[in-house]
T-cell receptor
Framework: NAGVTQTPKFQVLKTGQSMTLQCAQD?????MYWYRQDPGMGLRLIYY???????DKGEVPNGYNVSRLNKREFSLRLESAAPSQTSVYFC????????????FGSGTRLTVV | GENVEQHPSTLSVQEGDSAVIKCTYS??????FPWYKQELGKRPQLIIDIRSNVGEKKDQRIAVTLNKTAKHFSLHITETQPEDSAVYFCAASIAGGYQKVTFGTGTKLQVIP
């Protein structure tokens, strides 16, 4: 049981390049989330998907787009990367209902130069 | 939206001593309060949670208390061990069909052998 799988683990981009971060969960969870983690700022929500077919903005959505491809997969796209997007990105999922805990992926360390 | 404040940002304790991390939240509708532990270079993992209908919850050496009136909750770790060294995040959310969690900024706990 893999849980939440994120790819890639590390990435270096040049300013203006685009890329997609992939996330997949095998726990049949309904909800999925993308967070970024910066020193001293904790985890900030970028986008979330409450259920398959829906997506909503979180606290810091500017410069990002998402796609909930199916129940398992939730991708995060940077269309034109900026140095301010250098961060560690975590995908997470939750079942919802009475099971409220998040399961996180292992993270993607992104550097934009 | 919800705002979660967490203190202290860093905490050093001697092995065997207790550690206490405190959080406050702003949205009185929040009713679910998880705590996550993140070891260096790893993903955050849920260690304990509490719902608003409970004042205290224990799990071996860790406990969480909740004061709904004052809108604050705390994590208590007793008999600390070196493996407790990590960053701890508190969070608050409104449980429902799905849940969107707001995290505190984290506390780096160092247990000195």
């Amino acid at each position: 049981n893999a849980g939440v799988t994120q790819t890639p683990k590390f990435q270096v981009l040049k300013t203006g390049q685009s890329m997609t971060l992939q996330c997949a969960q095998d726990m049949n969870h309904n909800s999925m989330y993308w967070y970024r983690q910066d020193p001293g700022m904790g985890l900030r929500l970028i986008y979330y998907s409450a259920s398959e077919g829906t997506t909503d903005k979180g606290e810091v959505p500017n410069g990002y787009n998402v796609s909930r491809l199916n129940k398992r997969e939730f991708s995060l796209r940077l269309e034109s990367a900026a140095p301010s997007q250098t961060s560690v990105y975590f995908c997470a999922s939750s079942e919802g209902g009475s099971d409220l805990g998040y399961t996180f992926g292992s993270g993607t360390r992104l550097t934009v130069v | 939206g919800e705002n979660v404040e967490q203190h202290p940002s860093t905490l050093s304790v001697q092995e065997g001593d207790s550690a206490v991390i405190k959080c406050t939240y702003s949205d009185s509708a929040s009713n679910y309060f998880p705590w996550y532990k993140q070891e260096l270079g790893k993903r955050p993992q849920l260690i304990i949670d509490i719902r608003s209908n409970v004042g205290e919850k224990k799990d071996q050496r860790i406990a969480v208390t909740l004061n709904k009136t004052a809108k604050h909750f705390s994590l208590h770790i007793t008999e600390t061990q070196p493996e407790d060294s990590a960053v701890y995040f508190c969070a608050a959310s409104i449980a429902g069909g799905y849940q969107k969690v707001t995290f505190g900024t984290g506390t780096k706990l160092q247990v000195i052998p």
